[in-house]
């Protein structure tokens, strides 16, 4: 199972925290220029080893099973008074790519 999610607007979401803080204009105009898409593969089953420093009775450093997901995607930054659109001729672009395994 594959899930693709294109044409994502930083500054669209980050907009209402940036309103709320009263940001001018011009920030969650330049905000805006970043973008992303990403997409998230399922790769099965995997071992992962849960450590932490929670003082919890029940915590464990023991192997635990989970999902693993593949996670490959691009961030942009667009030129000024790019389209929020546009995703040709960006001018930065930087490939992203990671591997999440959730616990369950």
């Given amino acids: 199972m594959a899930v693709h999610q ?24 330049h905000m805006k220029r970043y973008r992303w898409e990403f997409f998230v593969i399922n790769v099965g089953r995997s071992t992962f080893k ?18 693993a997901y593949k996670l490959y995607g691009c961030g942009y930054l667009m030129p000024k ?15 992203l790519e990671t591997l999440v395994i959730l616990s369950g």
């Fill in 50 to 67: 849960g450590a932490g420093t929670s003082l919890k009775k029940t915590s464990t450093n023991a192997q635990q099973q989970g999902n």
């Fill in 81 to 95: 008074g790019s389209a929020l659109t546009d995703i040709d001729d960006p001018e930065i672009l930087i490939p």
């Fill in 6 to 29: 294109t044409l994502w607007n930083f500054g669209e979401l980050v907009e209402p925290i940036l309103t709320a803080d009263s940001a001018p204009d011009k920030e969650i105009e």
